[in-house]
């Protein structure tokens, strides 16, 4: 269940500048951050390019990231590592990404899950 005192995660409009018609990787970040937007306070797509895609993401514990997509998968990026042309961990999926960085937005993963299962139980119950 949605809290009404949580702000809303701001979504990047499909015909903003930053929305690639690209499926990857600008296509693929954006729709994963959509995916996962209940486990976030904020999202930006900030760059889109042949070979990656960013974004700024705040996460519910208010810090805010860097998230970069390419072929290779997802992964943090920092100031420090770009200075120190360093990699990041890379990892296949948003969600398992955000799992390692935000012990809320497990927490929220799993309140999400148990709504729907609820939803489905509810339903169960009413056919």
């Known amino acids: 269940m949605d809290d009404p005192s949580e702000p809303k995660p701001s979504r990047v409009p499909p015909n903003s500048p930053s929305h690639s018609d690209v499926d990857f ?23 889109v390019s042949a070979h990656e895609a960013s974004a700024r993401i705040v996460l519910l514990e208010h810090s805010a990231v860097t998230v970069v997509l390419t072929t290779s998968g997802y992964g943090v990026r920092t100031l420090a590592q770009i200075v120190q042309g360093a990699a990041s961990k ?12 935000s012990p809320a937005y497990v927490e929220r993963r799993q309140q999400s899950l148990l709504a729907k299962l609820q939803v489905l139980a509810q339903n169960q119950e009413d056919a």
């Open 25 to 47: 990787p600008g296509g693929e970040l954006s729709d994963a951050l959509q995916e996962h937007s209940f486990g976030l306070s904020q999202f930006e797509i900030t760059h």
């Open 90 to 101: 890379t990892f296949e999926t948003l969600e398992d990404l955000l799992a390692s960085i």
